[in-house]
Every structure is written in C-alpha cells, then in structure tokens.
C-alpha cells in the first residue's frame, strides 16, 4: 500500500491556467523531492526540501514552484502553464540521506 | 558524459535466463546504489540497494558493485515475463547540502520472451 499519494492522476488543461500538483506522505520522512520524466527518458530532480521551509531548486530548470509548510506535504505549482510542461511530474520522499526512495504514482500533465 | 549510463536496450531474454543489467557512474565520491523496477506508465519501485563491494542478494535478483571501476550491475535470474520493463540504475549523489540527492541513468528496457 502507498505511503505517498499525488493527485490528480492525470490533467488535461489549457495553456494559462493555474496549476497546483499534490504530494503528501504518510511516513514522516523529512526529504522530499520532485521529478520530471518524459517518455523513454531519464527522471531529472526539479525541486527538493529537506524540511519544513527548506526548499530547493534541482538540476532541471522548471518554472514551477514548491512550498513545504507541512512535513508531510509538498504542493507543485505551475502559475501558467504551457505546452512544455507536458510531462510525467514524479514526487518522492526518503528517510535518511543514503536511503532509497518511495515514490508516489505520478501525475501525468497535458496542456493543450 | 552523463552521470550515471545504461544502455537503453532492448535486452532481450528468454524466459528462465539470466538477465545482466549493467550502470557506470562518473563520481567515485557515491556511496549508495540502487536499482528501481519502472513498468511501463507507472512509477518506479526500489528493488535492491547496495552500499558496499562485492554482491547483495535478495531472491532472483543479485546487485554487484565494484566501486573501482564505478559500476554497479543488476543481475535476474530465472527471468519471467513480469519481469518486462525498464530497470533504472540511481547513484547517491554527494555534495556540500548532503540531501541524499539521487542521480537516474536513462534506464534499460528488459523484454523476456516465453
């Protein structure tokens, strides 16, 4: 059974529009981590927190924005979203630093 | 050069084979080492960790790592066709924010045909 929930499972929506892309986690883990994939490629870390109120951009530049007010929760924002964003948004949480880990199952965004 | 390669594949195996998954990673500073399971349109699932040489059994699966020639490799026995899907190879990364950061390589394709 999942730990970690992202909704919504799939959204189609129009370019402009106001997005917000949920992750919570049941597990109390401190790190959580944001992913981007697109098909048949490699998983590219856009966002991570170590904590509440600590958060960081990753390696792929994304226009999107996160907030960790909660432990366990760790919202994705896009203010207007684009035909680029189209793409599978992966989030994660781990224990400790050399932990593996768990993955949510994913929304997957199409704007049109 | 990327950081963590795989070979995208196809591999390609029989049912019952052995399957050899094979990952090279650029910074010799990681420490932990992990192989995730990615069925097509779902999320990865961690299926073996290792953090030390040598090799780390658990069921079918067995993880080789050989920190001197940075490779880590994944091997299946017994290969089944639920066992068809991406295998993505994923490197701790070090650094001064100490995160735990993981690095994903592209990942590769196994097909086991029955």
């Known amino acids: 059974e999942a730990d970690i929930y992202q909704t919504p499972r799939y959204l189609v929506i129009g370019t402009g529009k106001k997005i917000t892309l949920e992750c919570s986690q049941t597990?109390?883990?401190?790190?959580m981590y944001w992913y981007q994939q697109d098909p048949g490629m490699e998983l590219h870390l856009i966002h991570y927190?170590?904590?509440?109120?600590?958060?960081e951009k990753g390696d792929l530049s994304s226009e999107s924005t996160v907030s960790r007010i909660r432990t366990e929760h760790f919202p994705l924002t896009l203010e207007s979203a684009r035909p680029s964003h189209t793409s599978q948004y992966l989030c994660?949480?781990?224990?400790?630093?050399?932990?593996?880990?768990?993955f949510g199952s994913g929304t997957r965004l199409t704007v049109v | 050069q990327k950081e963590v390669e795989q070979n995208s594949g196809p591999l390609s195996v029989p049912e019952g084979a052995i399957a050899s998954l094979n990952c090279t990673y650029s910074?010799?500073?990681?420490?932990?080492f992990f192989w995730y399971r990615q069925y097509s349109g779902k999320s990865p699932e961690l299926i073996m960790f290792?953090?030390?040489?040598g090799d780390k059994e658990d069921g079918r699966f067995t993880a080789q790592l050989n920190k001197a020639s940075q490779y880590v490799s994944l091997l299946i026995r017994d290969s089944q066709p639920s066992d068809s899907a991406t295998y993505l190879c994923?490197?701790?990364?070090?650094?001064?924010?100490?995160?735990?950061?993981?690095?994903f390589g592209q990942g590769t394709t196994l097909q086991v045909k029955p």
């Open positions: 994660a949480s781990s224990e400790y630093e050399y932990s593996g880990y768990t």
């Open positions: 597990m109390g883990h401190d790190k």
């Open positions: 927190s170590y904590g509440v109120n600590s958060t």
């Open positions: 910074d010799r500073g990681s420490q932990s």
């Open positions: 290792i953090y030390s040489n």
């Open positions: 994923a490197v701790n990364r070090q650094g001064s924010s100490n995160t735990g950061k993981l690095i």
